[in-house]
Each structure stands twice: as structure tokens, then as C-alpha cells.
């Protein structure tokens, strides 16, 4: 297991659209966690997982956003009808919980709404 | 919403210079952990320290940590170019949901 990916890299969308991004956690993991940074700010929480449950919504996520992560292993993020305000760097993470160590990050999703 | 302040914002020191950065938090936590980031990449896990503990160090990394006082400080001896990046603080509380809240940062330059 190389860590965690995350896919795409990069989104460029127009306002209005659709966009999805996939993580996949190191697979010892059971918790998963997605984050969302702008410029020049720390990594703010949005939802996690501890296996296939999510634990844990922040009021950042609005009802255009939903996550899931079927059977436990990688997980989804959605965001419906784009708004610029959606730009960002999205980050996934995943621990094996109980604050043995430290959370694993992906190299995110920077995504760009036009 | 962002527990940890890191202090100072933004840090500019020679190679070879020591760095300190501060971070202040508000509530009672389990542990305090400090990432670095790289610009547009992802962050990387650099120490953990538990409540219970007072000092820890790994590498040139020196991490303390204060609960009395709800604060840390991160100590980047003989610094290298290659450690430009930012750093952040996160905290893990006690009671409730097991997630980080990251601070603001501090933007470190290291100047050869």
C-alpha cells in the first residue's frame, strides 16, 4: 500500500455542474476523513468515517455536498450545482483511529469552478 | 472552525538558523500533532504528543507541550532549505468525534 490517492489532481468545472472525487485510504484504515483548504488557510473538516458509517457532518457541508464510502474502503465526495465559492483544495486523510498515529493525507483535489 | 492560532503567521530565517513556531488552542484535548505542507500539496504528518507528555523530539524536530497554558511549540534545529513549507497544529480533544482542527499556520522561508 503506497498511501493515500486521491483522484482527479485537478477539476476545472462551470458554476452549476456536477463534480465527484474519489479517495482511497490506506487499507488498514478504518477512519477516513475529507477536509477542504483555501488559500493561505489550515485544512477545514468537513465529514468522516469510521468504516462504511459516517460519524460526523461539519455545518460547512452544505446539502449540495454528500460523501459516502460503500463497504469500508474508498470513499466519494460530491458537490452538486457548483458555486465559485466551492473553489478549493479538497484533502482526504485516513487513520487507523484511536490516535495511535497521526493522520495520512493524499495530495488532493484541487478543484476550480469558472 | 479553527481551534489552534500558530504564531507567528509567517517566518523568515538563514539556513542553518533555528526555527520556533507557537500554536495556542482552547480546549482540553488528548493530543497535538504538527503537519507540514508543501505549496499544493498534501500535508504530512511530522509528531504526535499526547496530553500526558511534556516534550518530545524526533530528527532535528523538537515539540513541547504546555496544557496548563493550552499551548506548543515546534523547534526546527539547523534548518534546511528544503524545510520551507508550511507548518500547521492540530488538535485532537478528548470528548467527541476523533477528528483534527488544524490552526491557521505559519509560512516558514528558509533562505540559503
Known amino acids: 500500500d503506497t498511501g493515500v490517492s486521491q483522484d482527479p489532481r485537478h477539476k476545472i468545472t462551470k458554476r452549476g455542474q456536477n463534480v465527484t472525487f474519489r479517495c482511497d485510504p490506506i487499507?488498514?484504515?478504518?477512519?477516513l476523513y475529507w477536509y477542504r483548504q483555501t488559500l493561505g488557510q489550515g485544512p477545514e473538516f468537513l465529514t468522516y468515517?469510521?468504516?462504511?458509517?459516517?460519524?460526523?457532518k461539519s455545518r460547512l457541508l452544505s446539502d449540495r455536498f454528500s460523501a459516502e464510502r460503500p463497504k469500508g474502503s474508498f470513499s466519494t465526495l460530491e458537490i452538486q450545482r457548483t458555486e465559485q465559492g466551492d473553489s478549493a483544495m479538497y484533502l482526504c486523510?485516513?487513520?487507523?483511529?484511536?490516535?495511535?498515529?497521526?493522520?495520512?493525507f493524499g495530495s488532493g483535489t484541487r478543484l476550480t469552478v469558472v | 472552525s479553527q481551534q489552534g492560532e500558530e504564531d507567528p503567521q509567517a517566518l523568515s530565517i538563514q539556513e542553518g538558523e533555528n526555527a520556533t513556531m507557537n500554536c495556542s488552542y482552547k480546549?482540553?484535548?488528548?493530543?497535538l500533532q504538527w503537519y507540514r505542507q508543501n505549496s499544493g500539496r498534501g500535508l504530512v504528518h511530522l509528531i504526535l504528543?499526547?496530553?500526558?507528555?511534556r516534550e518530545k523530539h524526533s530528527g532535528r524536530l523538537r515539540v513541547t507541550l504546555d496544557t496548563s497554558k493550552k499551548s506548543s511549540s515546534l523547534l526546527i534545529t539547523a534548518s534546511r532549505a528544503a524545510d520551507t513549507a508550511s507548518y500547521f497544529c492540530?488538535?485532537?480533544?478528548?470528548?467527541?468525534?476523533?477528528?483534527?482542527?488544524f490552526g491557521q499556520g505559519t509560512r516558514l522561508t528558509i533562505n540559503p
Open positions: 487499507s488498514e484504515h478504518n477512519r
Open positions: 492540530a488538535t485532537g480533544r478528548i470528548q467527541g468525534a476523533q477528528k483534527l482542527v
Open positions: 468515517f469510521q468504516n462504511e458509517a459516517q460519524l460526523e
Open positions: 486523510a485516513s487513520s487507523p483511529g484511536n490516535w495511535r498515529e497521526g493522520y495520512t
Open positions: 480546549t482540553s484535548i488528548n493530543n
Open positions: 504528543i499526547r496530553s500526558n507528555e
